[in-house]
């Protein structure tokens, strides 16, 4: 087979992996890859076909768990808004299921309690437990276990 098809078999399978995004299509895309340059050396078709199945076998069983198992990772740093989750505050203004103000690493936040029956004094602490638009929502740290 002619080193161009398995090129243009490479090209085809990865931009259908840039739809797919599976990272199966972008292996065998490789795996074509190695077989255009096995064949633009001379290799005859059979050999081909195994250096095809070879690259594709590797990347399908050693490359791909790895490269799930990277995906999968939480990333080491959270920023913008989402450092804040998690973070501990005090309470500036009485904080209810409507309003309230709190100070989170030193900028003043509103709130709203997470649990809707609570009401939570001035001078309280608390613990962010999300952050919707420009509001956190807390919860008491004495109610947690």
């Known amino acids: 087979m002619p080193w161009f098809l398995w090129l243009l078999a490479a090209g085809v399978l990865g931009v259908a992996e840039f739809f797919t995004m ?4 972008g292996l065998l895309a490789g795996a074509a890859l190695v077989a255009a340059v096995v064949a633009g050396v001379g290799v005859g078709l059979l050999g081909q076909l195994v250096a095809l199945g070879v690259a594709a076998a590797a990347g ?3 490359v791909r768990p790895v490269a799930l198992r990277q995906l999968d990772q939480a990333p080491l740093s959270r920023d913008g808004t ?6 501990r ?3 500036l203004r009485e ?8 100070k989170i690493s030193g900028e003043e936040w509103s709130a709203r309690s997470l649990d809707e029956s609570h009401v939570i004094p001035a001078g309280a602490l608390v613990d962010v437990m999300e952050i919707d638009g420009a509001t956190a929502l807390v919860y008491p740290r004495e109610l947690l276990p």
């Open 22 to 25: 599976t990272l199966v299509l």
């Open 60 to 62: 399908l069983l050693v």
């Open 82 to 87: 989402d450092a804040l989750i998690g973070k």
């Open 89 to 91: 505050a005090e309470v």
């Open 95 to 102: 904080v209810t299921a409507t309003r309230g103000l709190i």
